[in-house]
């Protein structure tokens, strides 16, 4: 239990709470002991198909013996497909299984399946339409499509857990509303779950040879050879060479754009899988680490095909249709099934706002992937996910004389996000650990105290000025990336400043490092704190490019409410009267002074009312998540075209004119 505890801090699960901007002590770990079912059978159960995301279809796999043989992926299940309506069998995939795994006193261990039992169907139809007819009411009672495991036990079927498929696209998840959530949307996990073993990362095949220029000659559709027939678990489409990885020791042998072949990938797989231009493997399911990365990464994958590393070898040339699971002998023309798509994200194309929708960043290795998106550059650039990966006190290089292995290792990750975006701006928020974080670094408890409320205690701007040696190290990254790097489109912000004298004193310290503001170097701070909503006009005319609004701390502070308190975090509310009165105040003396105004965070893309007041404000960007981008540019553009139409009927009360006719004398965005 105390490891299951522990857990809670490991360096991936810290990763993965400052990637999804999770506040370390509002997430909370319960160790639940329960009964085992040592199961015959078990598996588990999409209540919308995954693949095809189709909501009147429902998918189980299962297996003999315990679920971890399932949901690890290390052997192929049985696959059925459900009508959810009427919960008639429309599809069944029968796997063969030759292993079980199952529990002998303490241990679980693997077992032989007697042969007459290895290629039977491992649930009775009557079984397939009693968990089809559980899950359907599992999820009507939740409002949300459901990933669900189960069990049988002594013929009685069982449901272990269920939790929200998050992976879903938008215009199927706009069907329903998650039962006792007001945005009607389950937070989501991430991309790639912590335990995958991976951050999101695009794949390395932008150099793969192309189809033409594969040898052999192409083949029509209803001509094609079929080799292999899997699980279709990541749709797409790819010609080429074939690469057999059945050892670690192999990865290094992995080029761009070939086709990995393997019994089942592990996180260790994770390099050779970016560079692959499709993965075909002998084992695993919908829920195995194959699926799910192949997914996250883009690449057509074909999955539990069960002979894969057996049929094919190195240098083969096959065609891959993972849109059905299958593998065609050399080249087939399939394009009449891969015509590319012209629809953007979201199916549609993206509108044009006059305000900004800028995206928070924390991951270098997703830049690449993030910038492709429909955004105007970086308006939050996490600093915390880069010196964590460091794994070592800032101070501590320091004293030891490792100052500009800091620098470099800061600039390198900088440069990549900034490459990535540029010439778009990338605000990068310089670093605001608070000192129980840092003291999870090595040598942290030395030079770390303990504090009651880290929240409220020695952070941000009064951090750099009294550790300006520290803070300068930070500068020379800007620096070095700006100057020797020529990425010009890098800016600064300033976190948790309290006080006009602190912007003063830091400004004094970039200019001792050379860095001064200019037409393509901006000094922005974040608004976090009420003093500075009392002296932001003060703050504007010391001199400042731009503010972003800190909505989480700023409600917290101004409501004076512990949203990690249980008890009282349902008074939470960014939408506050208070709070929203303070943020009306920020925007509007920012307006008058010229100065950018910004607010990082969910509130715009969950809470549509907020955003029409920001827009009605004066707000000149936002800055989000990026699996939120689209909506929240939808739900701005819906906010500005609202905007106009109200300006344009007080204009015209006023001037006693149509509408129609104001609107030719108003100006366009």
Not at 102 to 130: H, P, Y
Not at 464 to 478: D, G, H, N
């Amino acid at each position: 239990m105390k490891k299951c505890w522990a857990s809670l801090f490991t360096p991936r699960s810290i990763f993965y709470r400052v990637e999804q901007n999770f506040d370390h002590r509002k997430v909370k770990l319960a160790v639940v002991v329960q009964h085992m079912v040592q199961s015959e059978k078990a598996g588990v159960f999409f209540t919308v198909d995954p693949i095809s995301q189709d909501v009147n279809k429902m998918t189980i796999e299962g297996a003999y013996g315990l679920g971890e043989t399932v949901v690890s992926g290390s052997l192929t299940p049985d696959t059925y497909t459900i009508n959810k309506k009427s919960l008639d069998i429309v599809d069944k995939k029968i796997a063969k299984q030759d292993w079980m795994l199952t529990k002998v006193g303490e241990k679980n261990v693997k077992a032989s399946i007697k042969k007459d039992f290895q290629q039977m169907q491992k649930l009775s139809d009557a079984q397939i339409q009693e968990l089809a007819r559980i899950g359907r009411n599992i999820e009507k009672h939740y409002g949300w499509p459901q990933d669900i495991e189960w069990a049988v036990e002594g013929g009685k079927v069982y449901i272990v857990q269920s939790r929200p498929i998050t992976t879903l696209r938008k215009d199927v998840t706009s069907r329903y509303t998650l039962a006792g959530t007001p945005g009607g949307k389950p937070e989501r996990e991430g991309p790639i779950s912590e335990d995958m073993g991976v951050s999101l990362e695009p794949s390395e095949q932008e150099n793969a040879p192309s189809r033409e220029e594969m040898p052999g000659e192409m083949v029509s559709i209803s001509k094609a050879k079929t080799i292999l027939k899997g699980l279709p678990a990541s749709p797409g489409f790819s010609t080429n060479r074939v690469r057999v990885l059945l050892d670690l020791d192999d990865l290094s042998k992995m080029q761009s754009g070939e086709i990995l072949v393997t019994v089942m990938t592990t996180p260790d797989f994770v390099p050779a899988m970016r560079k692959a231009s499709a993965i075909i493997t002998d084992a695993g399911g919908l829920t195995s680490h194959a699926a799910i990365v192949s997914r996250e990464l883009g690449v057509p994958a074909v999955i539990g095909t069960g002979e894969a590393t057996r049929k094919l070898q190195d240098g083969m040339i096959v065609t891959v249709d993972a849109t059905k699971g299958i593998v065609y002998e050399g080249k087939v023309d399939i394009s009449e099934l891969a015509k590319p798509s012209t629809a953007v994200i979201g199916g549609e194309s993206s509108p044009i706002t006059a305000t900004r929708v800028y995206v928070n960043v924390a991951e270098p290795d997703v830049a690449e992937k993030v910038a492709k998106l429909p955004v105007d550059g970086v308006g939050l650039l996490r600093a915390e996910f880069m010196v964590a990966n460091m794994g070592v006190h800032p101070r501590k290089l320091y004293e030891e004389g490792r100052s500009q292995e800091f620098i470099d290792n800061l600039a390198e990750g900088l440069s990549r996000i900034a490459g990535a975006f540029y010439p778009r701006p990338v605000v990068y928020r310089a670093t605001d650990f608070k000192t129980n974080e840092y003291r999870n670094l090595e040598g942290g408890e030395k030079y770390e105290p303990e504090e009651e409320n880290p929240m409220i205690g020695y952070r941000g701007a009064m951090r750099y000025i009294r550790e300006p040696e520290l803070f300068e190290l930070e500068l020379k990254a800007i620096k070095k990336v700006r100057e020797d790097m020529g990425l010009k489109n890098l800016w600064l912000m300033i976190p948790f400043v309290r006080r006009t004298e602190q912007i003063i004193a830091i400004k004094r310290m970039m200019e001792s490092q050379g860095l001064h503001r200019t037409k393509d170097f901006k000094l922005w701070i974040m608004v976090e704190v009420p003093s500075s909503v009392f002296m932001i006009e003060e703050m504007c005319e010391e001199g400042i490019d731009g503010v972003s609004i800190g909505s989480n701390d700023l409600t917290q502070l101004i409501l004076g409410i512990d949203h990690d308190n249980a008890t009282i975090a349902g008074e939470f509310d960014e939408r506050s009267t208070a709070v929203m009165r303070a943020i009306q105040r920020v925007i509007k003396t920012c307006k008058a002074h010229g100065v950018t105004s910004s607010i990082c965070g969910q509130a715009p893309s969950v809470y549509p009312e907020l955003t029409e007041k920001l827009v009605e404000f004066g707000t000149t960007s936002v800055s989000v998540n990026p699996d939120v981008i689209e909506k929240t540019r939808r739900i701005i553009a819906g906010a500005e075209q609202k905007f106009l139409l109200d300006r344009t009927r007080k204009i015209a009360e006023k001037l006693g004119l149509d509408e129609g006719e104001v609107k030719h004398t108003l100006p366009s965005q």
